[in-house]
């Protein structure tokens, strides 16, 4: 699961048409996976990935499956349809659903 994140951060800030959509945000993503809780810190611009989070903020959570997780972080399973088939839980408005799920695909891996 952290390999995902981390390729999920790097490829975010590598991409300068999809980090568009990272400026505007300003909340941690707070991700409870089978094997452990992940930090996502979308602020000021950037993308950092966190051990725990801080009390400032705002925090959204999506909690599921790590296989489903990891097919959301590749680009292979949308957030919203997820949600629907209840492969996972969220807090997030839908206005934040539609940005994340934007961001979950287009940074997804390309085909060889």
């Known amino acids: 699961m952290r390999e995902c994140i981390d390729r999920f ?3 975010l800030a590598n991409k300068e ?3 568009q959509l990272v400026k505007k945000l300003d909340l941690v993503l707070k991700i409870e996976a ?3 809780i992940h930090y996502l810190l979308f602020r000021d611009g950037k993308v950092d990935y ?4 801080s009390p400032n903020g705002n925090i959204v959570t999506i ?3 790590d296989v489903y997780l ?3 972080f590749d680009g292979d399973l949308k957030l919203i349809h997820g949600v629907k088939m209840n492969y996972f839980k969220t807090d ?3 206005r934040v659903q539609l940005v994340l ?3 979950f695909y287009l940074t997804r891996p390309l085909p060889l």
């Not at 966190?50 to 989070?53: D, E, K, P």
């Open 101 to 103: 799920e934007s961001l």
């Open 17 to 19: 048409h999809v980090f």
């Open 92 to 94: 997030c408005p839908f």
């Open 63 to 65: 909690s599921g499956n």
């Open 70 to 72: 990891e097919q959301l």
């Open 34 to 36: 089978d094997h452990g």
């Open 9 to 11: 951060v790097t490829v």
């Open 50 to 53: 966190c051990q725990f989070s």
